[in-house]
């Protein structure tokens, strides 16, 4: 995996998940 580099797309789709993830927890913890 290391091998790979991160492109762009990638890097975009893999902080799109943590962000997602993220205002869940924060949301929940908001309830």
Same mark, same amino acid.
Not at 6 to 29: D, E, H, Q, R
């Given at each position: 995996?290391?091998?790979?580099? &991160?492109?762009? /797309?990638?890097?975009? +789709?893999? &902080? &799109?998940?943590?962000?997602?993830? +993220?205002? /869940?927890?924060?949301?929940?913890?908001? &309830?």
């Amino acid at each position: 995996m290391k091998d790979v580099p &991160l492109s762009p /797309t990638v890097l975009a +789709f893999v &902080l &799109l998940i943590i962000s997602n993830c +993220f205002m /869940t927890l924060a949301w929940y913890g908001h &309830l």
